[in-house]
């Protein structure tokens, strides 16, 4: 069964840029990676968490990426129970004409990681390479902090249940000041996920938010990436 990818744009509004996209896996029918992932045996599930990534790096080389870079999603427990799973990405990426320096992992803080020293000499081996990583869903689930200073990524992703209302939420913009200062002191940079509002946007920018994604700028299109909608700047 072959699976796709819709693309969807990380956006700098300010500058009227598109930054990187992301591919976000579909199943043969289409359905979303938890939908189709659910039906898969353990050793399948990262198998394909891998595999797939060729797809991924074909598809968004057709596309065209130059001048941005490309995320992907990985699972953490994927490095550790696919042997050589770094040596395969690096492949790929060349077999594509990419480089590693184009692309960002992203790794979501949902799945315990219980061999916390293999996934770092995975981690350590994504950095040697010049592949980025990024820290996904942030906020959303519990180890956020404890993988912040295990992987030390070069970007987080603030989840879309901190970002929602934001402008009305007094509790959630004293969490994003706090998230902010940290990740200035640990020159980690900062993407607004999951952005729907132009009032959010607005408040996450004058807090000093650059770059966004989501369904206000532009939604995940199969095998393509959708016009951007630029906000007016205020």
């Not at 200073?149 to 004293?174: C, F, L, M, N, Y």
Request: proline share 6%; with cysteine; charged share 20%.
């Amino acid at each position: 069964e072959e699976v796709s990818f819709a693309f969807q744009p990380i956006v700098d509004p300010f500058a009227c840029e598109i930054v990187s996209l992301e591919a976000l896996l579909r199943g043969p029918q289409g359905e979303p990676p938890l939908d189709y992932f659910a039906r898969l045996s353990r050793e399948q599930l990262y198998q394909l968490d891998l595999r797939s990534k060729k797809i991924a790096f074909a598809q968004a080389k057709q596309l065209g990426i130059e001048g941005m870079t490309l995320s992907i999603n990985l699972l953490p427990m994927t490095l550790v129970e696919v042997p050589d799973a770094v040596p395969f990405l690096l492949d790929e990426i060349a077999a594509q004409g990419l480089v590693p320096e184009q692309i960002m992992v992203e790794f979501t803080e949902n799945e315990i990681i219980s061999q916390p020293e293999a996934f770092e000499a995975s981690i350590r081996q994504l950095k040697a390479a010049g592949i980025s990583l990024a820290l996904d869903d942030f906020g959303a689930g519990f180890a956020g902090l404890s993988l912040l200073t295990r992987i030390q990524p070069d970007k987080i992703k603030i989840d879309r249940t901190i970002i929602a209302d934001v402008h009305k939420s007094g509790p959630k913009q004293a969490i994003i000041h706090a998230i902010l200062k940290c990740c200035s002191s640990l020159e980690i940079g900062v993407i607004a996920e999951g952005i729907e509002q132009p009032e959010e946007w607005m408040w996450l920018e004058a807090a000093g938010v650059t770059q966004f994604q989501g369904f206000l700028f532009s939604k995940p299109v199969l095998n393509g990436v959708a016009a951007v909608a630029w906000p007016e700047l205020i």
